[in-house]
């Protein structure tokens, strides 16, 4: 549980968000570097927020649309961080725009819960147990699937080449 | 206008995620994912607030839609419970899983409450 049980690259991160166990991350807020970090998250996190939006306007009146924001937020968590965490692959700033600021704001735990809250108030307990898990299925069944097949990817071309 | 509002508020929501997580980090060194935890659990708590007033559509728009829905991950939240598992550490992905739930749905029943408690 200490700090000294961890690799300390970025590849044995566990928060995608930051984990200061990695210390370019714990550095990132160091100096003037920290606004723009902060920004990248920021316009990110504008970004992914409308396309929620977006979603809901599309597809109003149904939690299975914010359902569906969450399983592609989630498999698309999985395809960044191998490619970034493990692979140390791309720009400083793309694990705070994309992760951190689109994926962040794309994806809602806040909706997800008040949600499953009005379900049951309503006395739809069984569709409230439904959404609740199915979310938490289809959410950790697609960052596996996001990571897994990633991983895959990056083998057969690390093979290949 | 709505799309504006969702906008500045995810424009703040998303990075105070960010600098909670790391303040909640440096306070409690921890495998277990408490920064993500905390934030989840402050969104749902005061979308249960918002939801439960009844607010207008801009209010909600704002604060609901952009900042609590900025604030709040499950993508993080998901990530973090495949790498607790993967690295060996299957209760605390369990645990994650659970407290999250348990925490975030509490979290809103108690923000209906105050809410209601405030319009009456």
């Known amino acids: ?161 | 206008m709505n799309w504006l509002l969702v906008a500045v508020g995810a424009a703040v929501g998303a990075p105070l995620r960010y600098l909670t997580d790391r303040a909640v980090q440096v306070r409690h060194d921890s495998v277990f994912p408490w920064g993500t935890f905390v934030v989840n659990a402050g969104a749902s708590l005061l979308l249960g607030v918002l939801t439960g007033a009844l607010v207008f559509s801009g209010t909600y728009a704002l604060l609901g839609t952009g900042l609590c829905g900025a604030l709040s991950t499950y993508s993080t939240f998901s990530y973090e419970t495949l790498r607790l598992a993967e690295r060996g550490w299957t209760f605390l992905a369990v645990a994650n899983v659970g407290a999250s739930l348990l925490v975030g749905l509490g979290a809103v029943f108690l923000g209906f409450d105050v809410a209601r408690g405030l319009v009456q």
């Open chain 1, 1 to 161: 549980m200490s700090r000294l049980s961890h690799p300390t690259g970025s590849e044995g991160a566990i928060d995608p968000d930051v984990d200061l166990h990695v210390p370019a991350q714990r550095a990132e807020t160091a100096g003037r570097g920290k606004w723009r970090v902060l920004a990248a998250i920021s316009a990110g996190g504008v970004l992914g927020a409308l396309a929620r939006y977006g979603a809901v306007v599309l597809w109003p009146g149904s939690v299975w649309t914010v359902f569906g924001v969450n399983v592609v937020g989630c498999a698309l968590i999985g395809v960044l961080m191998v490619l970034v965490s493990e692979q140390g692959r791309g720009h400083a700033l793309l694990r705070p725009f994309l992760g951190v600021g689109v994926l962040g704001g794309f994806t809602t735990f806040s909706t997800y819960a008040v949600d499953v809250a009005r379900l049951l108030e309503r006395g739809e307990a069984l569709t409230a147990m439904g959404y609740a898990a199915g979310t938490l299925a289809g959410a950790l069944g697609a960052v596996w699937a996001g990571v897994a097949v990633t991983r895959a990817a990056v083998a057969r071309a690390g093979a290949a080449s």
